[in-house]
T-cell receptor, first 115, second 115 residues
Framework: DTGVSQDPRHKITKRGQNVTFRCDPI?????LYWYRQTLGQGPEFLTY????????KSRLLSDRFSAERPKGSFSTLEIQRTEQGDSAMYLC?????????????FGEGSRLTVL | AQTVTQSQPEMSVQEAETVTLSCTYD???????LFWYKQPPSRQMILVIR??????QNATENRFSVNFQKAAKSFSLKISDSQLGDAAMYFC????????????FGTGTRLQVFP
């Protein structure tokens, strides 16, 4: 297994368009996380899944954002009607339970630019 | 709410020297974990070191060690014998000890290493 992979790595879109990001976690990991990172800031938690269940969502996740993890494998993060403020790096991470080291394994991120 | 503060936006060190990155946090919980993550340019974030709050002994991983001061809510990272490959953004992160792996990150410290 090569780690957490994210696709696409870069996305440029016009304001008002919809975008979708995909994350493939490490295969034996049942927890999957989405974070958002803007320039000069640390990652901010968006949501996480245990298997296919979405257990927690941040207030940052407005109604335009939706995340899914069908069958508890890969996950998608969709942003509808994008706004310039959505421009950021979207990071996916995975971990295993029961919690051992508590370490999250991150992907390289999907960078979104909204024009 | 828990918060993590990194007051040094940038630090620099000469190769082979030692540098210390600062982190403070605020929490009312007694059971929690603290982490330092490294984010090299255009690469994924990786775990450097972790500390359980219930352990008095400071964690050490090769050239990396922490100074955990629970009463002062301080968690600094010391990098000894700095190498060019240590150049990166370093993020301090907090997780409470209950049923979540959600990490709360600081704003990061950019470390430059000069030959």
């Amino acid at each position: 297994d090569t780690g957490v992979s994210q696709d696409p790595r870069h996305k440029i879109t016009k304001r008002g368009q919809n975008v979708t990001f995909r994350c493939d976690p490490i295969s034996e990991h049942n927890r999957l996380y989405w974070y958002r990172q803007t320039l000069g800031q640390g990652p901010e938690f968006l949501t996480y899944f245990q298997n296919e269940a979405q257990l927690e969502k941040s207030r940052l996740l407005s109604d335009r954002f939706s995340a899914e993890r069908p069958k508890g494998s890969f996950s998608t993060l969709e942003i509808q009607r994008t706004e310039q403020g959505d421009s950021a790096m979207y990071l996916c991470a995975s971990s295993s339970t029961p919690r051992g080291t508590g370490e999250l394994f991150f992907g390289e991120g999907s960078r979104l630019t909204v024009l | 709410a828990q918060t993590v503060t990194q007051s040094q936006p940038e630090m620099s060190v000469q190769e082979a020297e030692t540098v210390t990155l600062s982190c403070t946090y605020d929490t009312s919980e007694s059971d929690y974990y603290l982490f330092w993550y490294k984010q090299p340019p255009s690469r994924q974030m990786i775990l450097v070191i972790r500390q359980e709050a219930y352990k008095q002994q400071n964690a050490t991983e090769n050239r990396f060690s922490v100074n955990f001061q629970k009463a002062a809510k301080s968690f600094s990272l010391k990098i000894s014998d700095s190498q060019l490959g240590d150049a990166a953004m370093y993020f301090c992160a907090y997780r409470n000890g209950y049923n979540t792996d959600k990490l709360i990150f600081g704003t990061g410290t950019r470390l430059q290493v000069f030959p």
